[in-house]
């Protein structure tokens, strides 16, 4: 079972959001084995040359109808004999026919509707990802002092480099030395820092990166006394590195000299991870564009060009075949932003992350887990038709708007993506940090919201609306934040199909149940959910074609009736029982689906009808963020009872250790100070070489260390000889050790 998300009781710690989860189940149904049908196990995603007698082939005709407005952003068009090079974001343009009428791609109806099926059938969530979220805070309670530990390993700070590109490899090649200037003397060259309290505060270019010339102090030599632009006779040369704004800050750096032969290799992951959304600030990408300080000298705003200086971090725990400097991470400030010890996929039971094929894939299809290895991919069998406007025009489009500002969805935002205990303080909340006991919160959707009062008003931008379009449609638009669409009205239907192929009776369930929704509830498509776009409700008429009679007879089309609650009732039964047999929290009294706990969820999620007050599905203003408030579970927000869920609270690791190169310690007292201390091993410590015994564990080898009762696990089982015997005497360099998360080592060598 995993930790259970228990929710908050107090006010202030109740967060909003437009978003909520339906949680992972147990348990996945696969069909890896085969697909039962008439007695016969069958791999049907690999029958795509026949027609299988007892499966079901034939289509559904759709007929879709905006609830608000819909908007889904056209594709580059040429015009004129030129493509449209416009920004994303300044083409306010929808889908549209060749006859201008509106358009829904069958790629978004596809989307939509397998998302769905992934949860009614207890598919897999996909995808999960395994890039490690990144933080950087030095408040004072766990995650702060996890970032301290990370971010100053024995006692040193980050050092100072700079980047340089030769061909495709970027590597860094160390400063000498980085030396701290008061932000007094900078002033006297010209720099004004009256404004460096605010965010918005940039480097003045004037001097960034450049050449100086300075003198040290003579009691601290790590400080600079004096400092020129121009050369000076008997002064040392520098780089001097301006690093934005924080509170109370006095100083920036001076790098000097360079390290030639401790040249650094930056990985391609991390190099592509330094681009990220969630390392990138829009600091950043202001501070540094691609026009400054040379035109074109950047790939993008943000990104890194050839010398630029940085600061960067390494460690002998990192070091591994693909980083062999041991390269954890570096950015433009000394205390940069670090990934975090987990990511999202980690905090998945490896019961769920190693299942086998499922529902949705068998369906749907997938492409191959393994780069290049097509006989792993799995063609589909569900078609999706576009949707074309058939009633609700000639007049389809809203006006052209400026919609309010939506971030983009960010891990990082644990209090809301991870399990917690609401009960709990901000102190005692989850992250990902070793040792943590805690999940993913599940399948991420998005509320249904319309204020019918308001309508398009409560969408658009709230403050100088007109002006921000007509600079957005202008040629040379000076806003880089926002942008403009022109949705399609509310009130319009349109016609789509689906078409399908050899889908059994509990696959064709499954697909009618993610299309006949229960009363009062609606789908959910394209941008600008957040803000209430994109409601519409679907009606679906079912088509079989017996195959035989068809190809049998000129004049018979093969078309046949059958009951659609027949196959819903199928695909019901199948979860029902799946779900009682891996424990699922259930409800008997609930007709259908909504037996099961999880499930009960996704319909709340997709009401329309009775959906939650507006004010319990917004955004929070920013300040409020600093609390880390939980978010609520569905129930909780419609103010429904929960189901009886298994209590099992997540819990944060009990203690973050004051070094990550060091193993927990426990507090002396004055009394036992007195005490002769004694130590017949070792502790097991970060970063050691340490002797120990192989054995092999269900599907996988540990190590085992004298005086140390926990299993180790090896991070590179692959180079284990395949003839090792268990018990097996062997060398492992301790890359990771925490009394909650355990210990991580590397396979060296048989001893």
Known sequence: MMPCHINPTKSERTATATYNFVPLPNCFYTVADGIDVNGEKLFLWKMHDRFVSETHSGWIDLSIKTITPLFIRGPVLKKNGTWDNRKTRLRPESCTARDGRPLIPGS???????????????????????????????????????YRNRIIQNNQKPMGGYVRKSGNQWTIVPAKEVLR???????????????????????????????????????????????????????????????????????????????????????????????????????????????????NCRKANGYLRDDEPVFFLTDDSAKCEDNLAGLIFFGRAQMFRLPYDLSPIDLVSDKIKNAGLDMAEAMFGMVGKV???????????????????????????????????????????????????????????????????????????????????????????????????????????????????????????????????????????????????????????????????????????????????????????????????????????????????????????????????????????????????????????????????????????????????HVDPPRPADQETESTNSVPRKTITDKEQTKPLTQTTKPIEKGQTRNGKLKHSSDHWIALFEGDSREAHIINQDKIPPEVKEGSPAAFFITEQSKKGGIKARFEKLV
């Open 181 to 295: 200037v008061h932000q007094n003397k900078l002033i006297k060259l010209g720099l004004k820092f009256t404004d460096s309290r605010k965010s918005n505060y940039l480097p003045d270019w004037k001097v960034q990166h450049q050449p100086c010339w300075f003198k040290r102090d003579g009691k601290r030599n790590w400080i600079v006394s004096e400092i020129s632009l121009d050369q000076t006779g008997g002064w040392e040369k520098g780089i001097l590195v301006l690093t934005g704004s924080v509170p109370r800050k006095k100083y920036d750096f001076v790098f000097t000299g360079e390290e030639i032969t401790d040249r650094i290799e930056i990985p391609e992951k991390t190099l592509r991870r330094f681009h990220d959304e969630d390392q990138l600030t829009q600091w950043q990408e202001k501070a540094f564009p691609t026009d400054k300080p040379t035109r």
């Open 371 to 645: 780069k290049n290895r097509k006989d792993q991919a799995i063609k589909g069998r569900v078609f999706f038709e576009d949707a074309l406007a058939t009633a609700g025009g000639p007049e389809w489009f809203e006006e052209v708007i400026v919609p309010r500002i939506l971030s983009s969805p960010k891990v990082t935002c644990f209090q809301h993506y991870l399990t917690q205990d609401g009960t709990k303080d901000k102190k005692d909340l989850t992250t990902y940090l070793y040792g943590d006991k805690t999940s993913i919160r599940g399948h991420k959707l998005y509320w249904h919201r319309w204020d019918d009062t308001q309508r398009l008003a409560a969408v658009k931008e709230s403050q100088n609306h007109d002006k921000i379009r007509s600079n957005l449609l202008s040629a040379n638009p000076e806003d880089f934040q926002h942008t403009i669409i022109r949705p399609v009205k509310s009130g319009c239907t349109f016609s789509s199909r689906i078409r399908f192929e050899n889908l059994t009776d509990m696959e064709l369930g499954a697909l009618l149940s993610a299309l006949r929704l229960p009363e009062g509830c609606a789908h959910k498509l394209g941008m600008g959910k957040p803000l209430g776009l994109g409601s519409i409700k679907i009606e679906s008429k079912l088509h079989l074609v017996d195959r035989a009679v068809r190809y049998n007879c000129w004049e018979d089309n093969g078309n046949v009736e059958r009951d659609v609650s027949t196959f819903i009732e199928t695909f019901e039964k199948a979860m029902i029982e799946h779900s009682q047999k891996t424990l699922e929290t259930m409800n008997e009294s609930m007709p259908g689906l909504k037996k099961i706990g999880r499930l009960h969820v996704l319909f709340h999620l997709l009401q329309w009808i009775e959906r939650p007050l507006h004010s319990k599905t917004e955004y929070m203003v920013l300040e409020r963020f600093k609390n880390r408030p939980v978010l609520p579970t569905p129930h909780k927000v419609i103010g429904q009872p929960e189901p009886a869920w």
């Open 108 to 146: 978004s109806l596809r989307g939509m509707i397998r998302t769905l099926v992934e949860i009614l059938s207890f598919s897999k969530i996909s995808p999960i990802t395994d890039e490690k979220p990144f933080f950087r805070t030095v408040a004072p309670d766990r995650i702060g002092r996890a």
